[in-house]
């Protein structure tokens, strides 16, 4: 891993583009917090299981923070995805967007816990002169005791297999288009590994029509977290996405996660509320937010 040329009293940053090199250093702090870095845990995982070539739009790259001979924080990036981050002190986060910034790197956004991400949105505001925006608030949820919505709706749940394929393929792009993405994910590659894993799980209706699903990412460090949870607009308000969501935590935590863990969107109180009936229980708020591509020369580059 090569050093960042600005050490400082903050630390040392080193960046690679070597996931095998970058785990051999940051793994074992990844996995002290499993919850608070599922995000970092399972891309990582992904990327090691399925190769460099499940990001098709550039190299990922991956940094570590290091102090007194410690991992302090990390950090990743799949382009043309936004960066996310473990938690950074301000003064950190500062250290970050000068070492990002003197890379040359294009950091559309972020996502972090909620007080990092506005530590390094205004950092790189003031280092790069690009505008940021917070586009998204969330909560990590993890589950507790787990209760199944009553009543349950009529219905069983399965899990998805090729012959869904098409059906995962669609709901995969409908999903993508409702909450706004702003990156298109390839629904195909996404549908041939989740069926492949058995990470899709359907509700779906006596006569067999599937009506709502809950996906669930692989193990890693003794978690795994739900997503996506998706219900086709005209089907919404029936009790699906309960059933199926309980129905796959349960299937999770039977077949041995320590934690099952669930991102929410906190300006949608529906959701919310429902994984609380659940059983899942907050753990931290994040937040995302977009940075315009605006940057300073290097003759205007703050010091």
Known sequence: MRPDDRPGAAGTWHRTEDLDRFLARAGAFLRSRPALHTVALTVTEKLRTRGPFACADGRPVFGLLERDGAVRATYFQTPPR????????????????????????????????????????????????????????????????????????????RVAGESDRALLVRWKDEFTEAIGASVASNAEAWADARIASGGITFWETPDGTPVSMAGVTPPVAGQVRVAPVYTPAHLRGRGYAGAVTAAISRVARDAGADEVLLFTDLANPTSNALYRRIGYRPVADFAVYAFSERRFSEREFPE
Request: proline share 5%; net charge positive.
């Open 82 to 157: 936004r960066l996310h981050l473990t938690a950074l002190t301000a003064e950190d986060a500062d250290s970050l967007a000068v070492h990002l910034a003197g890379l040359g790197r294009t950091v559309p956004g972020v996502g972090a816990e909620r007080e990092t991400a506005a530590a390094f949105a205004a950092a790189w505001q003031t280092r790069t002169g690009a505008r940021a925006a917070l586009r998204q608030r969330q909560r990590l949820y993890s589950l507790g005791t787990l209760t199944v919505p009553e009543p349950a709706p009529a219905g069983r749940a």
